[in-house]
């Protein structure tokens, strides 16, 4: 797309000089990347690039919502990053309602130190990706000291983290002392030497940021915490005090953690106070309203330089996961070389990229959430289980369906290398020919047998921030 809208001229020439960097060395990048070869790597016709990239360009307003899950393979990083191309080189920024849209995280005022506190930190910690798991725990990933103890909240690993096998068994050593914090005994949770009971959304207060608006929300607890169930807050304080910890920042209230949490001296938080948060349940930010919106009109992008970094700036560091998705840390970064400019990188595993491989599994299997799971928490619930179905069921092309004699309801079982999992066939042209869907989110009980989908899933990163690579493996079905 960037291809054609720069050999089209259909570009804002304006917003690129005065709001970009680099447009002359994306320009160089991009000449390799001809429709022509985009549709023999997607299986997209040629005609319907054009058609796409001509409607976009055209358009006012243009947005691109991205969500999550598209840098889920090998080049997902630069994947987005020349997807966050498209509205500059286009001036989509200009108008309102136009530009890029993921999450508006980045409108409110988190006051992310005072929540993760870094400065409390010791200058170098282990770090471990929870990717990784399952090598962790079994010593196939070399730890000194090794892992002796584990605490899990707020997550369910054994359900949607790779290798699978490797942490089945790093679970069930004698010698891991876990602790499970969960509303329900999950996958994980079968496996807990301590099974905590966690309050609920409707049992704890909160203060919340929405992925689609620009509301603040207040959660006033609904009723009190049933039985002895606690929240993340009180469960840390008690932890707190149990391992004789005297600094006061472990002991605050839920209401002092939340008032704290916001820096309401910011400009977009003006005449916005807690008491009336708590008392309304939501308050919208000080933002213009959405009929005059366009934060990035006259630049003003997050970055060293304030402008859309066509060649980035910070490629210079090398690879690194954003801090705040390490509790601030900084520190054992994996830094390693990284190309500035976007960049085509083929999936590790395709027919392409892979032929061998693909002799054996030449189905590509992708495994998306559930429409009906936000995530595995809701796995066993039965208004969630109504609408995605009982049991897992995998979407197949019907050619690829009819080659393997599989029809309607049929039980299969999907494999490669690193293990396989049983399902119910679902057939739909929805589907591309070589392509099988697996959502997400089940438990291993709603299986017909064994793990869940993403015991297939390799355990490599992608190319930045070492996301996981849910969406690049390469698999074979066959009746069961």
Not at 5 to 27: N, Q
Not at 29 to 51: H, K, L, M
Not at 445 to 457: A, F, I, K, Q
Request: one cysteine or more; hydrophobic letters at 40%.
């Amino acid at each position: 797309m960037i291809h054609i809208i720069i050999k089209e001229g259909l570009i804002d020439r304006d917003y690129i000089d005065a709001h970009t960097v680099g447009f002359a060395e994306l320009s160089e990048r991009v000449e390799q990347y001809t429709p022509e070869f985009a549709s023999a790597e997607t299986g997209i016709p040629v005609e319907d690039i054009y058609a796409l990239t001509r409607e976009y360009a055209s358009t006012t307003p243009a947005v691109v919502r991205i969500g999550v899950a598209v840098e889920r393979h090998a080049g997902g990083g630069q994947t987005v990053r020349a997807i966050a191309c498209l509205p500059a080189l286009i001036g989509a920024w200009k108008h309102v309602g136009g530009g890029l849209l993921q999450l508006p995280i980045w409108a409110f005022p988190v006051n992310w130190g005072g929540m993760m506190r870094p400065d409390l930190q010791p200058e170098t910690m282990r770090v471990i990706n929870s990717w990784q798991l399952g090598p962790a725990l079994t010593g196939d990933l070399p730890l000194d000291p090794p892992i002796r103890s584990l605490f899990v909240y707020n997550a369910n690993p054994m359900a949607m983290v790779s290798q699978q096998d490797k942490l089945e068994q790093g679970l069930a050593r004698d010698d891991l002392f876990t602790v499970v914090s969960e509303h329900f005994i999950t996958d994980t949770a079968r496996y807990a030497d301590i099974l905590l009971p966690a309050t609920t959304q409707l049992e704890q207060k909160d203060i919340m940021f929405s992925w689609g608006h620009l509301y603040l929300s207040y959660n006033n607890p609904a009723i009190e915490p049933l039985g002895e169930a606690v929240p993340n807050t009180e469960l840390f304080r008690r932890l707190a005090r149990a391992l004789d910890i005297d600094d006061p920042f472990f002991y605050r209230s839920d209401d002092e953690m939340i008032e704290q949490s916001m820096d309401w001296a910011s400009p977009v938080m003006e005449g916005l106070t807690l008491e009336a948060l708590k008392e309304k349940g939501f308050l919208r930010l000080q933002v213009p309203a959405a009929g005059d919106w366009a934060p990035h009109r006259d630049g003003n992008f997050p970055t060293p330089t304030g402008k859309c970094e066509f060649k980035s700036t910070l490629a210079e560091t090398g690879n690194f996961v954003v801090p705040l998705f390490r509790q601030g840390y900084n520190g054992d970064q994996a830094g390693e070389p990284v190309d500035p400019l976007p960049h085509y990188i083929r999936p590790n595993e395709s027919p392409a990229s892979a032929p061998a491989l693909a002799t054996k599994y030449p189905l590509s299997l992708i495994s998306p959430k559930s429409h009906a799971f936000l995530n595995s928490n809701y796995g066993n619930l039965p208004a969630q289980l109504a609408q995605a179905g009982e049991e897992q069921a995998v979407l197949l092309h019907p050619d690829d369906a009819t080659d393997r004699g599989i029809e309607e309801g049929t039980p299969i079982r999907v494999f490669n290398d690193r293990g396989v999992f049983e399902a119910f066939a679902t057939v739909s042209q929805d589907v591309m020919r070589g392509v099988v869907v697996a959502p997400a989110g089940y438990w291993q009980r709603s299986n017909r047998r064994g793990p869940t989908v993403h015991v297939l899933t390799p355990p490599a990163f992608a190319d930045l921030g070492r996301a996981p690579t849910f969406s690049d493996v390469l698999v074979e079905v066959a009746r069961s």
